[in-house]
């Protein structure tokens, strides 16, 4: 497991003590949720609900029957 040192300015170090005692965890477990929330590649349930709320947003197909074509690669 690796570790970190991270300097936070005294605002920052205190809404971390306030959310860490809110959560009842530790400041690294705290730390590598925020850290995981950040950084991770999957889009939250709350994004992903909203897949097909539009009736009236185009079709994959309808949006690419408009897109120009692709150029022709150079040699290189």
């Known amino acids: 497991m690796g570790q ?3 300097y936070l ?3 920052t170090e205190l809404l971390v ?3 860490v005692k809110r959560a009842g ?6 730390i590598a949720e925020a ?3 950040r950084a991770g ?3 939250p349930p709350c994004v992903a609900a909203l ?14 029957r408009t897109a120009g074509r692709d ?6």
């Open 4 to 6: 970190v040192t991270i």
């Open 25 to 30: 965890i530790s400041r690294s477990k705290w």
């Open 41 to 43: 590649s999957q889009w």
């Open 71 to 76: 150029r022709k690669r150079e040699r290189l």
């Open 9 to 11: 300015d005294r605002q």
């Open 51 to 64: 897949a097909g709320a539009w009736e009236d947003f185009p079709s994959l197909a309808e949006i690419r």
């Open 35 to 37: 850290v995981r929330a």
């Open 17 to 19: 003590n306030t959310a």
